[in-house]
């Protein structure tokens, strides 16, 4: 029997390209009604200033009791509206949901905390505004008190929290919830690997204990632990929904379609100068199997052709690779070589169990003469690497920005007989 | 397990649901309720000394100003201090709560984003911390008008509760439409400040309705004022029939606040489904 049924989800919000969100003055409504008074007039329409956007569009499902949904797509997909309707804090434009049972949802860890109170009067005050009744909290006091490990800071106002107690209060909270559908967007994203682990085998316990579980997350990893369906959105529309593994495969490698190859056919329109033209680039993957997207597992090539439009010149290639946080992984170059007017090609393989999961940028510079940067492409080409583990129980997010396989041994030099 | 009721979402409709919800939620009105009060006076070293030295001091300067300076009258055998400690009580609570019903949409906003309640709970938790502030005002008026006075309340006692919950109702008629518009147009952060400052002097805190008189030809325009009828009905009941009360005035603070509750009510429900997208 289904717990949740959608039909026919949309949610339009209309964009104001006059004014920025947030709360506004009487003046500029003042001022845009006296505008649209004399618009009329002239009969003219101000197709410019509003724009609809439909950030959901005709999203129809059925969620069964007991089922662990993840969701997952690009930012902007609609994930998190899907989430804030069927969490009743904003209604559909059209269509209607039905949802059977009570329902917890968790879009921020600590919502509603007040820095100036304890963590004692948090816990009542966040645990009444999550849905739970009075006596249920001070059933679950102690083990909340207990996960979070705050036992010697109840009595502390939470401003004087480090933020990693922070977090642990308030996920302690929202675990100790019992509601028969559980709503949860990206709060595993918070903590450190310690806190993590506790967290996802919270929601594990959560899951076995037959409750229905939605879950919106970027990472992947977790949603493929704890989920056994998943939903696909792109551009506001429920792209496909299924098995988590198929689901997460399709998405992984629509997204790794979407930048590994730029080529330029039209030397005039192509990025450069009067000196050197780009021609293509690429990047290459070699998928594992019938994988279509790129994990820590998988070696790849970054090709890149250009034009050399000098008579002659003495060229290299230079590659940086940049972690999405801005850090420079590394920089390699090619040896420098005479070439002679026409089309050049490099070459550079980028080994498999070298990069850890994460976004990656690599830029390319044509340096002359060993010295001169002749031309320097930034930003060529992005791509995420996805994680993969095996014989591994735990789910957060891998630490470091490489992920070697080193030979690492480990033996037990000396057993201890019991008789 | 047991298995709750169904929930419809959709974008219209639902009205009796709603009133249920807000039932089933008391218990977040009473938690918001107290955390506002816990909250009020942290890291003050006066603490609660605050809602006695306010309106105290405000008291001697008006006395002070109008009796003192400007010859101004009270009703007859009625001390002017404590007159006007009267009218400050019964307007600080109206104008508290009024201010706090205003801005509780706006400062709740991360609630707002996050989770959903009827949003109706929050301008309703926000009286408390004006609603205790008043005890606290109204302990230091007995205090003084029987302590130093020596000036008992009579029988009119009785109908205190009638005009405190007049003035809670008054001051939530208005304080909701305020609390919905403010979430659209901050300006209303601005306008509230003024709203009481102004009201301060319109209202008959430093005088008495009496020395408008009934028969002046504004004297029909000044009662349509609602805080009118609940000042001089709060004097009215603590200090005696020697306090100026024309029950003419009464019948329109109902009228005024009851009709501002429905438009205000009738106004928020339509918006507060948008409100999280406006904040």
Partial sequence: MPVITAENISKKYVIDHKRSKGGSSVRDWFSEQMENLFRRNNGQADFNDKEDFWALQDVSFEIKQGERVGIVGHNGAGKSTMLKILSRITKPTTGKVAIRGRVASLLEVGTGFHPELTGRENIYLNGAVLGMTRTEIKNSFDAIVDFAGVERFLDTPVKRYSSGMYVRLGFAIAAHLEPEILIIDEVLAVGDAEFQKKSLGKMRDVSESGRTIIFVSHNLTAVQALCNRAFYFEKGRLMDEGDTTHIVSTYLSRVSKTSLEHVWDDISKAPGNERVRLKSLRLLPDYIGELRHIDVRTSMKVSCEFWNLEDTAVLNLSLHLYAYTGECIFNVGTQAQEFSKGIIEATCEIPGYFLNDGSYVISLMIVKNTSEVVYNQEEAIAFDIQDYREGVTWYGKWPGYIRPQLNFSISQTEPVVND | ?279
């Fill in chain 2, 1 to 279: 397990m047991q298995m709750g009721k169904t929930v419809i979402i959709k974008s219209d409709g639902g009205e009796k649901e709603y009133w249920m919800d807000l039932w089933r939620h008391r218990q977040l009105l009473w938690i918001l309720s107290k955390r506002d009060i816990s909250v009020r006076y942290k890291q003050t070293v006066l603490g609660v000394a605050w809602s006695v030295i306010r309106p105290l001091a405000t008291m001697i300067v008006m006395t002070f100003a109008f009796s003192v300076v400007a010859k101004l009258k009270g009703d007859v055998g009625i001390p002017y201090p404590l007159m006007v400690l009267g009218g400050i009580t019964i307007w600080t609570f109206f104008s508290n709560t009024f201010t706090q019903i205003s801005n509780s949409i706006v400062i709740n906003s991360n609630l707002v984003a996050k989770v959903y309640f009827p949003r109706l709970i929050m301008p309703l938790s926000a009286v408390s911390v004006g609603f205790v502030d008043f005890l606290i005002t109204f302990s230091l008026f007995l205090l003084i008008s029987i302590g130093y006075y020596n000036y008992w309340p009579g029988t009119n006692l009785v109908y205190l509760p009638f005009f405190i919950l007049l003035t809670f109702v008054t001051s939530l008629s208005f304080g909701l439409f305020f609390a919905a518009v403010n979430v659209r147009f901050r300006d209303i952060g601005q306008l509230i400040p003024f709203l009481v400052q102004v009201g301060f002097y319109a209202c008959p805190i430093a005088y008495s309705s009496s020395q408008l008189g009934m028969d002046s030809r504004w004297y029909q325009y000044y009662i349509m004022n609602p805080l009118v009828s609940l000042i001089d009905g709060f004097r009215w009941c603590m200090l005696g029939d020697n306090a100026f009360f024309d029950p003419q005035s009464l019948y329109s603070t109902i009228i005024v606040s009851g009709i501002a509750m429905c438009v205000s009510i009738v106004y928020f429900r339509k918006k507060e489904s948008s409100f999280v997208d406006h904040i």
